[in-house]
């Protein structure tokens, strides 16, 4: 970071013939940025107001102080000698004026036009409208990444609230729901999250962002044992502030483990259990409990989800990315197999598709973060970094489904919704799960 106050500094780069235009944010500012945009872009020039930089932003307002930093006291400086000779600042030409060098803008990562958005935030910085066509999600997300940087978040979200709408507009998933909940590039899910958490107070938008995350899953948590997105993907949304990255991919591990629990112990009561599974008790259950575990195997082999050594290994990309509702449905979609027409309900299926009823449910609530939890009562609320305790048993027949998909809306906009959070976190993190208690 540096002060220029040569008069006649032109702004030539090393290597150009020219110096690079001055983009006019304020006619009678008194400051010139030289913005450096990286290696592909290059630097730009924007006149700016000194006054409204620092009103607006609280890194400006400690950077351009005189009495705390020697790029202020550079500033005053100059403008005082601009006085000296008779000139006010605001009405010379931008050779005359000071120059502040700033080179690091923040995580933007790809960003394509990276002059035009920072020509649009000092912009909103001076209060300049911002153009319908860069009122979109990207666009806002970037921003939202110089406001984070420069320490004027609650600016923008003033400045861009009645675009908060059509930004973040999406619907959660509910239910049996998320697996056909539509997709789009999992960088807008990101961007989404990351706004709704930093700009707008959105704790439905951060909800349902980080839900679709952490069932569908992110290239960039593919093995490895902790998120570590590839070296391309820099952007602050693609490595959460707030602990929010290890958090989700936590839950991810804990749903898919969950899931592998569930299909382990069903094949056990099939393989290991001096308990017929048989329901009928005719001399031929023997060779139905046989007939239903072969069966059971073929059917998880089938769709993927066992390869003897079961699933939701972390090293493995197909676990990090596949979609966990899509799963979930392949496995619902076990048939109810016989051995011969008097054997009803003897197979996996009637165990199987109960758990799953409970599963999809509190995985819909649940598996996205609850931004006033977060905030609120961290410590109480993650799954993180929080030891495994206690068994959970899974009650087939009880009443705990139908109570848990009526009263969870009503709790959470009351916000009240702590309770509710407690039942799908020690299904998720206990340290064993019984699905057949009974058997």
């Not at 940025?33 to 932003?57: A, I, N, P």
């Not at 700009?199 to 899953?217: F, I, K, Q, Y």
Request: hydrophobic share 35%; glycine share 10%; with cysteine.
């Amino acid at each position: 970071m540096s002060v220029s106050t040569e008069p006649g500094a032109d702004g030539h780069l090393p290597g150009s013939s020219s110096p690079p235009d001055v983009s006019v944010i304020a006619a009678e500012g008194d400051l010139v940025l030289d913005v450096y945009c990286g290696d592909k872009h290059g630097h730009g020039l924007f006149r700016v107001s000194l006054q409204s930089l620092r009103e607006s932003s609280r890194y400006f307002e400690t950077l351009l102080d005189p009495e705390k930093f020697n790029e202020g006291r550079a500033i005053r400086d100059a403008h005082e000698r601009l006085r000296s000779a008779g000139r006010t600042p605001g009405q010379v030409s931008t050779s005359l004026l000071p120059r502040l060098e700033i080179s690091d803008l923040g995580a933007l990562g790809r960003e394509s036009d990276v002059l035009g958005l920072v020509f649009d935030f000092l912009g909103i910085l001076h209060r300049v409208p911002l153009r319908p066509s860069r009122s979109i999600l990207p666009h806002v997300a970037s921003l939202t990444v110089l406001a984070d940087r420069f320490g004027c978040l609650a600016l923008l979200s003033r400045f861009l609230k009645h675009v908060s709408g059509a930004v973040l507009g999406m619907k959660h998933p509910s239910g049996e729901a998320i697996a056909s909940a539509s997709r789009p590039g999992e960088d807008r899910f990101r961007q989404r999250l990351l706004v709704g958490w930093l700009l707008w107070d959105r704790p439905d938008c951060v909800r349902t962002a980080s839900t679709h995350l952490v069932l569908g899953g992110s290239r960039g948590w593919i093995g490895e044992t902790r998120p570590a997105p590839e070296e391309t993907e820099t952007a602050l949304w693609w490595n959460l502030p707030d602990d929010l990255e290890v958090e989700l991919f936590h839950r991810r591990e804990c749903i898919l483990e969950t899931l592998n629990s569930l299909q382990k112990q069903l094949l056990s009561l099939y393989m290991t259990s001096r308990t017929r599974q048989c329901t009928l008790g005719y001399d031929s259950s023997p060779q139905c409990d046989s007939f239903q575990l072969g069966q059971a195997v073929r059917f998880f082999s089938r769709i993927g989800t066992v390869e003897l050594r079961g699933f939701g290994d972390v090293a493995d990309p197909y676990m990090c990315t596949t979609d966990i509702g899509s799963l979930m449905t392949r496995m619902r979609q076990c048939p109810e197999y016989q051995i011969d027409a008097n054997h009803r309900h003897c197979g996996i299926r009637a165990r199987l598709m109960p758990a799953l009823g409970l599963i999809e449910c509190l995985a819909a609530w649940d598996a996205g973060v609850c931004r006033d939890c977060w905030k609120d009562d961290r410590e109480n609320y993650r799954w993180s970094g929080v030891e495994r305790a206690g068994a959970w048993a899974f009650q087939e027949g009880s009443t705990e489904l139908k109570g848990l998909r009526r009263g969870r809306e009503g709790e959470r906009v009351r916000g009240r919704c702590k309770f509710w959070h407690q039942r799908g976190k020690a299904l998720f993190t206990a340290k064993s799960r019984d699905w057949a208690p009974a058997a």
